[in-house]
C-alpha cells in the first residue's frame, strides 16, 4: 500500500509524464522509483503500483532509454534493481536525445519529400502560396537545427 506522500510525488510525475506525451506507467514508475529510500526490481514496482508486467517492463525500458533511471546490483540477487537517476541535465540530455533529435532528423527527410510532391504537381493558382508555407517549413527546421545543439549544450553543462 503506498503512503499519502508516495502517492502524491507519483501524481506529479505522473502529470509531468502527460505533459511529455509519455504512458502513465511511465511517471508511475519514475515517482515511486524518486520517493523510494531504497532500489526497487521489476515486481516491487508492478505490485505496488498494481499495474501489468509489460506496463512496467515498457516504463522501465523508457526510463532507461532516457537515462532518468539506471540499474544497480544487490549483492546475491539475481534480479535487475532500478533507481531514481536525480540529475535534471542528465534526464533532459536523455530525453532530447530519444525523443526530440529523431523527429528532428525525420523533419528534415519529409521536407524534401514535400518539395518532391510540390513539383510534381500541375501548377495552380494555390501553387505560390504552398511555396511560401514550405519555405516556412524549411526556414523553423533550420532555426531547430541551429537551437538544438545549443540547447542541448546548455543542459549538459
Not at 505533459?19 to 514508475?29: A, D, F, T
Not at 519514475?30 to 515498457?58: A, H, M, V, W
Amino acid at each position: 500500500m503506498l503512503s499519502a506522500l508516495e502517492r502524491e510525488v507519483i501524481e506529479l510525475f505522473v502529470r509531468m509524464a502527460d505533459v511529455l506525451s509519455l504512458p502513465r506507467s511511465v511517471g508511475e514508475i519514475y515517482g515511486l522509483l524518486f520517493i523510494s529510500p531504497e532500489p526497487l526490481c521489476l515486481d516491487d514496482c508492478r505490485l505496488k503500483l498494481n499495474i501489468s508486467k509489460g506496463s512496467t517492463s515498457q516504463g522501465l525500458r523508457i526510463l532507461r532509454s532516457f537515462g532518468a533511471i539506471r540499474t544497480v546490483y544487490i549483492p546475491g540477487d539475481r534480479k535487475d534493481y532500478f533507481v531514481a537517476e536525480t540529475q535534471l541535465r542528465k534526464m533532459a540530455s536523455g530525453f532530447a536525445n530519444e525523443q526530440i533529435q529523431p523527429h528532428v532528423r525525420n523533419g528534415k527527410e519529409r521536407l524534401i519529400q514535400i518539395k518532391k510532391l510540390l513539383n510534381e504537381q500541375s501548377p495552380d493558382e494555390g501553387r505560390e502560396i504552398l511555396q511560401e508555407r514550405i519555405q516556412t517549413l524549411e526556414n523553423w527546421q533550420k532555426r531547430t537545427n541551429q537551437m538544438l545543439p545549443l540547447v542541448l549544450k546548455l543542459i549538459q553543462n
